[in-house]
């Protein structure tokens, strides 16, 4: 356990985490209420996320690795490879305090980010860029676009939502790098609760050869992709009754996330009252940063989230939006039912869900 000289240290150091946080990962950037870097390591990137003030200031929380802590264990793992003893010796001399007695000499080598931070860091503003590109490229999903008739297939009507989603777009010729050509596809954008641009998410598609006007996914291997980051972002798709950006949502609002985009429209179908957002992956649910006004969060999960790998990461994300004090509801189709698109799509409980709602 932790001692109270430790704790004390910790709490100096949050109280001036804006300026730790810039000393420690100077490769980073304020995004709201956080500091967000790529790693401990020093890496630029968006998995690590720092508060900076509040009653969370210097908790943090590496979404790619799972590693948490508050602000003296922030400055043990990124300068002494996890050292307390070390840590809090730079700590004292940082905060200008007097150093523990016998520990006056005690040398001090801190370790700084790797060399190949600048590397991987343009590498991967290429990938940011290129996606953005990608999806300024794409036309809006107006009334009668492939993408209108695809969901359209799945049971989404996208004309029955208060707003057509901003985040999706219908590209007509999106390289595929599996097809070895370009190809029809549905595009999303992902973005950062402060609004920044992350990547895109793609959805290839075709036209239905049984079904003239249909539109369903190609048939490739995976026809579903994403360039660019979503660790930590996500699709909006619904901003729900307050008709506000997320950066702006009302205290104690709710918010919605399902894992694929077609199963948080179908939500956004059902309930229009709800902020709905995708998640593009199970895994990343956990690590979607949230405003600090959203007082409750339903995880919205597919039926195979009953296996037990699906399940941990299900629990795993209730339980850090739980710390995070918020309150937590975990909502899943009935038996039977894929996901909640399938129910969307069920003619015998299309009413029922209607009526509910």
Same mark, same amino acid.
């Given at each position: 356990?932790?001692?109270?000289? =430790?704790?004390?240290? !910790? %709490? *100096?150091?949050? #109280? +001036?985490?804006? /300026?730790?946080?810039?000393?420690? &990962?100077? @490769?980073?950037?304020?995004?709201?209420?956080?500091?967000?870097?790529?790693?401990?390591?020093?890496?630029?990137?968006?998995?690590?996320?720092?508060?900076?003030?509040?009653?969370?200031?210097?908790?943090?929380?590496?979404?790619?690795?799972?590693?948490?802590?508050?602000?003296?264990?922030?400055?043990?793992?990124?300068?002494?490879?996890?050292?307390?003893?070390?840590?809090?010796?730079?700590?004292?001399?940082?905060?200008?305090?007097?150093?523990?007695?016998?520990?006056?000499?005690?040398?001090?080598?801190?370790?700084?980010?790797?060399?190949? =931070?600048?590397?991987? !860091? %343009? *590498?991967?503003? #290429? +990938?940011?860029? /290129?996606?953005?590109?990608?999806? &300024?490229? @794409?036309?809006?999903?107006?009334?009668?676009?492939?993408?209108?008739?695809?969901?359209?297939?799945?049971?989404?009507?996208?004309?029955?939502?208060?707003?057509?989603?901003?985040?999706?777009?219908?590209?007509?010729?999106?390289?595929?790098?599996?097809?070895?050509?370009?190809?029809?596809?549905?595009?999303?954008?992902?973005?950062?609760?402060?609004?920044?641009?992350?990547?895109?998410?793609?959805?290839?598609?075709?036209?239905?050869?049984?079904?003239?006007?249909?539109?369903?996914?190609?048939?490739?291997?995976?026809?579903?992709?994403?360039?660019?980051?979503?660790?930590?972002?996500?699709?909006?798709?619904?901003?729900?009754?307050?008709?506000?950006?997320?950066?702006? @949502?009302?205290?104690?609002?709710?918010?919605?996330?399902?894992?694929?985009?077609?199963?948080?429209?179908?939500?956004?179908?059902?309930?229009?009252?709800?902020?709905?957002?995708?998640?593009?992956?199970?895994?990343?649910?956990?690590?979607?940063?949230?405003?600090?006004?959203?007082?409750?969060?339903?995880?919205?999960?597919?039926?195979?989230?009953?296996?037990?790998?699906?399940?941990?990461?299900?629990?795993?994300?209730?339980?850090?939006?739980?710390?995070?004090?918020?309150?937590?509801?975990?909502?899943?189709?009935?038996?039977?039912?894929?996901?909640?698109?399938?129910?969307?799509?069920?003619?015998?409980?299309?009413?029922?869900?209607?009526?509910?709602?």
């Amino acid at each position: 356990m932790r001692g109270s000289a =430790a704790r004390a240290l !910790s %709490e *100096a150091l949050a #109280a +001036r985490m804006d /300026a730790l946080a810039r000393e420690l &990962l100077p @490769a980073g950037h304020r995004a709201g209420r956080h500091w967000r870097c790529g790693s401990l390591a020093g890496e630029p990137g968006q998995s690590l996320a720092i508060n900076l003030a509040g009653d969370m200031a210097g908790v943090w929380h590496d979404f790619a690795t799972g590693e948490a802590g508050d602000a003296l264990d922030l400055v043990a793992q990124v300068l002494f490879k996890g050292e307390l003893r070390a840590a809090m010796d730079w700590a004292r001399r940082w905060l200008g305090l007097p150093v523990a007695p016998g520990r006056e000499a005690a040398p001090i080598t801190p370790r700084r980010p790797r060399a190949s =931070a600048e590397t991987e !860091s %343009e *590498a991967g503003k #290429a +990938r940011r860029r /290129a996606a953005k590109a990608l999806f &300024l490229e @794409a036309r809006a999903a107006l009334p009668g676009s492939p993408v209108e008739a695809y969901l359209a297939g799945r049971g989404i009507a996208l004309e029955a939502l208060a707003r057509p989603p901003r985040a999706l777009r219908f590209h007509p010729a999106c390289p595929c790098l599996e097809a070895g050509r370009s190809l029809p596809a549905m595009v999303a954008a992902i973005v950062s609760p402060e609004g920044d641009f992350l990547g895109t998410h793609r959805t290839w598609l075709a036209p239905d050869p049984e079904t003239p006007g249909a539109w369903r996914k190609a048939a490739l291997r995976d026809p579903k992709k994403t360039l660019g980051s979503y660790a930590g972002g996500f699709i909006p798709l619904s901003r729900g009754g307050s008709g506000r950006p997320i950066r702006h @949502a009302e205290k104690g609002e709710t918010v919605a996330i399902a894992e694929g985009i077609e199963t948080a429209l179908s939500i956004a179908m059902a309930r229009p009252d709800l902020r709905v957002l995708a998640a593009v992956a199970l895994p990343n649910m956990a690590r979607i940063l949230l405003p600090g006004a959203i007082g409750r969060v339903i995880l919205c999960a597919d039926n195979d989230a009953r296996n037990a790998r699906a399940a941990d990461l299900l629990t795993k994300a209730a339980r850090r939006f739980a710390e995070e004090g918020r309150e937590v509801l975990i909502a899943l189709p009935p038996e039977g039912f894929k996901d909640f698109n399938d129910v969307l799509q069920a003619p015998e409980t299309a009413g029922a869900e209607t009526a509910h709602d």
